[in-house]
Structures are given as structure tokens and as C-alpha cells.
């Protein structure tokens, strides 16, 4: 049963009352209980005009004449190996934490699972985040799974749904994104896609970044004021400003961009149609011209007949077809 975080603040208290006024306070300064920040041992020594080391050893010692009453807190214990054996028995601490109990108890969640014999704490690494796991077994399992979906990407090099992903038979859903959550290189995005972290429509982290995930969802051309209102506190002349640079987008119309992606091809309408006409390799009508260009550019008809009229690239046939004109 789900523990409030007045219960969780009790058992906090119920364990800590059988501590000396000041092995109760270290350990209440060090782990930030009570609503305060966590201190060093530095800091806390300078309180108490002793080393570091010696608040250390009171933190040590407190914690062994804390053993006896952990029982005490046994029902808070199973409430959260039953929401951490929920995830397949490794949880990342910081979401671990905020599922808990939110912000207002992180702190005492920490102390207590710290306290309590059947959590372990993995540190924090190059490749995954700090976790909380039951089994070491289930460690293992969690980090080779990651190593096998970052494979996946690699060769793939697409985002995926977590349906399309390779989970074991006998891991729920739940469990297996867990599982993923504790590696630095993958990630999901708002739209439920998995992805490695550096993929821009996985995790963007710069406007333009921001834009080719808007254009993705989308799936449409649009223009950048539009583009700048779906990113969350963008300016529309910044937002201008990057799609412009960036060879992924592709300037469409006035001020619309889609993604070169789609099939969209740089430059000018006089390039677009000296492009289509190389294509066909043959003299094209201006109605044929014309179809194929508004496939590439949001453009008047008269912006196309306009620039077939220019000499200086493109000549009229006799039978009314244009074609290059030649050196």
C-alpha cells in the first residue's frame, strides 16, 4: 500500500529518536532531513570544531546503533521493495525517489533505503546513472539489456517504440523500461520514441535541434513563427536565423521551411526547375513545370512562369516546351 510522505517523515523520526543528540544531528545534517540541505563533512566538522573524518566515524557509528529499530520501519521497507520489484528490481535513483515521494521526502526516502538492508545503492559511472537495485542478478540482466538496445540503434539509426524493441519474454514492459532508463545513452522522448541520446529528435538541446523535432511531428512545411510558437520559449528571428544555417531545412516559400529529408531541394525556383528539367532529360510543357515545382516550392504560378521566361537559362521550343538553354 502507498505510503504517504507524512508516514514516510514518521519513520524518519521514529528511528532517529534513539540517537545522542548529536550523532542525531550529523546524520540529520548530512542527509538533509527535516526540510535542509545535505552538508558535507567538512562543513559539519567545522561546526563541531573536528576533522572530517571524526563526523564521519559519528555518522558510522549512528548508523550501527540504528540497526536494531530498523525493524520498526519494516511496512515503509516493503512498500518500496514492492514499487522497485514493480520495475523488474533496479530503479534510477532520481526517478526512483520522485515516484516515491516527490521532492518534499527525497531526502528521508534516501536515508531510509541507505538504512535498510535489502536495497543497494550503485554509484553513479561514465555509462549509467546512479540506481537502487534488490538483486545484483537483475543488475546485470538490466545493464546487458541496455548494451543490446544501444546495438539496435546503432544499426538501425532510427528512434523506436518500446513494442519495438527486443524484450525478454518474462519482463513486463515497466520492468524493461527501467531497465533502460539507468544508461546514459538512451532515452525516450515526449512522442514515446527510444532513441540514444544524442539523436536530436530523442533529446534536442539547441533551437535548431528543437525545430527538426517540431517538422518530424508535424510532418508538414511550416513557418518559422509557426515553428517558433511550438518551441517553448523561442523567438521567431532566432528561430529564422538557425533553420537558414542548417542544411536539414530547406526554404520553401516565404519565410515556410520543410526538411530537405522529405525531398525537398535547395536553392532557388530558377534551380528547382533547372533540376527538374536535367531530371527528365527531355524539353518539358510549362504545365508539367509547373506540377512538379509545387511539389517543391509553396509558390505562385506566376513566380514559375516568371522565371521560365528568363533566357539567360531556359529557352521555349517552337511546340510551346522549355527546356536549358544552351552554352
Aim: with cysteine.
Amino acid at each position: 500500500m502507498r505510503k504517504t510522505n507524512q508516514q514516510i517523515k514518521n519513520a524518519c523520526s521514529k528511528v532517529l529518536k534513539n540517537l545522542s543528540s548529536k550523532k542525531k544531528e550529523v546524520i540529520t545534517r548530512r542527509f538533509g532531513l527535516g526540510g535542509r540541505k545535505n552538508e558535507t563533512l567538512e562543513s559539519i566538522g567545522k561546526d563541531f570544531n573536528v576533522t572530517r573524518e571524526r563526523i564521519r566515524q559519528i555518522e558510522k557509528d549512528g548508523f550501527l546503533e540504528l540497526e536494531p529499530y530498523v525493524k520498526k520501519c519494516q511496512d515503509i521497507f516493503d512498500y518500496f521493495k514492492e514499487e522497485i520489484e514493480k520495475k523488474g528490481g533496479v530503479r534510477r535513483e532520481d526517478l526512483f525517489l520522485s515516484e516515491l515521494g516527490k521532492k518534499e521526502v527525497e531526502n528521508e526516502i534516501y536515508f531510509l533505503l541507505t538504512l535498510a538492508n535489502d536495497f543497494e545503492r550503485f554509484a553513479e559511472t561514465d555509462d549509467h546513472y546512479a540506481f537502487w537495485a534488490i538483486d545484483e542478478k537483475k543488475v546485470d540482466l538490466a545493464k546487458k539489456r541496455g548494451e543490446l538496445v544501444i546495438q539496435k540503434f546503432e544499426k538501425t539509426k532510427k528512434p523506436l517504440k518500446l513494442e519495438e524493441l527486443e524484450k525478454p519474454k518474462d519482463l513486463s514492459y515497466e520492468a524493461f523500461a527501467s531497465y533502460l532508463e539507468i544508461s546514459k545513452r538512451i532515452k525516450n522522448n515526449s512522442e514515446g520514441f527510444w532513441g540514444l541520446k544524442e539523436w536530436p529528435e530523442i533529446y534536442p538541446k539547441t533551437i535548431k535541434d528543437k525545430a527538426y523535432l517540431v517538422f518530424k511531428k508535424t510532418k508538414e512545411p511550416l513557418h518559422f513563427n509557426k515553428v517558433a510558437e511550438l518551441i517553448d520559449s523561442a523567438l521567431p528571428q532566432t528561430v529564422h536565423n538557425e533553420l537558414i544555417k542548417d542544411p536539414r531545412f530547406v526554404l520553401v516559400g516565404r519565410g515556410i521551411y520543410a526538411l530537405k529529408e522529405w525531398g525537398y531541394q535547395e536553392g532557388l525556383v530558377k534551380d528547382v526547375i533547372l533540376n527538374i528539367l536535367k531530371s527528365a532529360g527531355k524539353p518539358l510543357k510549362k504545365e508539367e513545370v509547373l506540377e512538379k515545382i509545387l511539389k517543391q516550392r509553396l509558390v505562385k504560378e506566376n513566380t514559375v512562369f516568371l522565371n521560365l521566361s528568363n533566357k539567360k537559362y531556359f529557352s521555349r521550343t517552337s511546340e510551346g516546351y522549355y527546356k536549358i538553354r544552351e552554352a
